[in-house]
């Protein structure tokens, strides 16, 4: 119990000053100390609460695919618990559905665009061969 409550601790010190990847470092070490207690399968609410406040912070840096873990977690434990009408669970649904899109942004940012940047390329391409081979 001495570690829950430094791990909570520093949590509250780190959100305090902003720093979100410490925060979740602390809130997973508190995760796994429930995981350890309880076991996975147990739908305890402070595992639902915990899940929740680390999907909320991989949310704030913007670490989707983690996020959306965690909080679909949290959505399987906190339904029961306190029902899936109550603010808290609509406010957790709010927010998974927010990650979801703000993973679904970043994956299409990180395609390759087959646009204009590459014709531009392709253009540049062709007028390097085209230099080369009036050279010969």
Same mark, same amino acid.
């Given at each position: 119990?001495?570690?829950l409550?430094?791990?909570n601790?520093?949590?509250t010190?780190?959100l305090a000053?902003?720093?979100?990847k410490?925060a979740?470092e ?7 100390v429930y995981?350890h207690?309880y ?6 609410p402070m ?5 929740y406040?680390?999907? !909320? @912070?991989?949310f704030?840096? =913007?670490?989707y $695919?983690?996020a959306?873990?965690?909080?679909e ?9 306190h029902?899936?009408?109550s ?5 957790l ?8 899109q ?8 990180q395609r390759p665009?087959?646009?204009?940047? !590459? @014709?531009?390329?392709k253009? =540049?391409?062709? $007028? ?6 009036r050279?010969h």
């Amino acid at each position: 119990l001495d570690r829950l409550q430094l791990s909570n601790d520093m949590l509250t010190a780190a959100l305090a000053v902003g720093d979100y990847k410490n925060a979740i470092e602390h809130v997973r070490r508190t995760v796994a100390v429930y995981d350890h207690v309880y076991g996975t399968d147990y739908a305890h609410p402070m595992v639902g609460l915990q899940a929740y406040t680390m999907g !909320n @912070l991989y949310f704030e840096v =913007q670490r989707y $695919k983690e996020a959306i873990t965690c909080l679909e977690r949290s959505f399987q434990i906190l339904r029961f618990t306190h029902g899936q009408d109550s603010d808290l669970v609509q406010g957790l649904i709010s927010l998974l559905s927010q990650a979801r899109q703000g993973y679904s942004m970043l994956k299409a940012m990180q395609r390759p665009m087959f646009g204009r940047a !590459n @014709l531009t390329k392709k253009k =540049q391409k062709s $007028k390097k061969k085209g230099k080369k081979s009036r050279h010969h």
